[in-house]
């Protein structure tokens, strides 16, 4: 007697051969589709994160040092001799700042806070194509100087660096203008402008600094007299200066 088989056979039958090369195919690309969606939203996320700590670390390098700055200044002592200058000679390159005499500012060593002089200057920078670095040169006398302007290197560090852009102005007060030299000056400048940029990015950043003191002894002032920047430290006159040159608040953020 022949049975022909039942429906429920044949669709055990069917089970039992399993998945078709096709279906197999068709949900391993279903799952390497999702598996790169979860892996392209978890590296957005920690692309933007990473963007954001280092955007973080930014903005509170340059905080830092216009604070450093701003708190160097404007405790400066009256016997600080102040330079910049172009020209190039023994005691400071083209287009650097020195301060001697003075407190140091920028120390991280004893040896380097007694340095008798400092100097700020523009180098090429060796990480960043087409870019400068601001270093803060530590300078010491040499242990056989030939004359007593003669500096030689005590320690460096780079303070901002992918510079696309640096300079400083300083305002004379008795000129009444905004000058970029500052060469056997008898009395301080007024306040001291700075204007920089990053090669990251196209923002100009701006500050202005208010100078307490330097190129003056206390014995070259008559009795009684004041010295020319004699406002108060941290303040700046309302509206414009003599002369029509106006000069913004200092703030803890710049940028134009």
């Known amino acids: 007697m022949y049975t022909h088989p039942t429906a429920r056979t044949s669709d055990v039958g069917r089970w039992e051969r399993g998945f078709t090369l096709i279906e197999i195919i068709v949900g391993m690309a279903l799952l390497v589709i999702v598996i790169g969606g979860v892996y392209g939203v978890a590296n957005g996320a920690l692309a933007v994160g990473k963007a954001m700590t280092d955007r973080r670390l930014f903005e509170t390098r340059i905080m830092n040092f216009v604070s450093a700055w701003r708190e160097y200044l404007e405790t400066l002592p009256p016997e600080t001799r102040i330079t910049v ?21 920028f120390a991280w060593t004893r040896a380097v806070k007694l340095a008798p002089a400092v100097e700020f200057k523009m180098v090429r920078s060796k990480t960043v194509p087409r870019a400068s670095d601001l270093m803060v040169i530590h300078l010491r006398k040499p242990e056989r100087a030939t004359s007593p302007d003669e500096y030689e290197v005590l320690a460096q560090m780079p303070l901002l660096e992918g510079l696309s852009e640096f300079s400083w102005q300083f305002f004379d007060a008795e000129k009444k203008k905004w ?61 414009n200066l003599p002369g029509g040159v106006s000069v913004p608040t200092p703030q803890a953020g710049g940028g134009s």
């Open 85 to 105: 200058g172009e020209k190039p000679s023994r005691k400071f390159g083209k287009g650097s700042l020195l301060f001697e005499n003075g407190s140091v500012p």
């Open 179 to 239: 000058v970029t030299l500052w060469e056997d000056q008898p009395h301080p400048p007024l306040y001291m402008r700075l204007l920089f940029g990053f090669v990251s990015e196209p923002k100009t950043y701006e500050y202005t600094f208010w100078f307490s003191g330097g190129n003056q002894t206390n014995d070259a002032l008559p009795p009684g007299a004041q010295p020319v920047n004699g406002n108060a430290p941290g303040t700046v006159p309302g509206g």
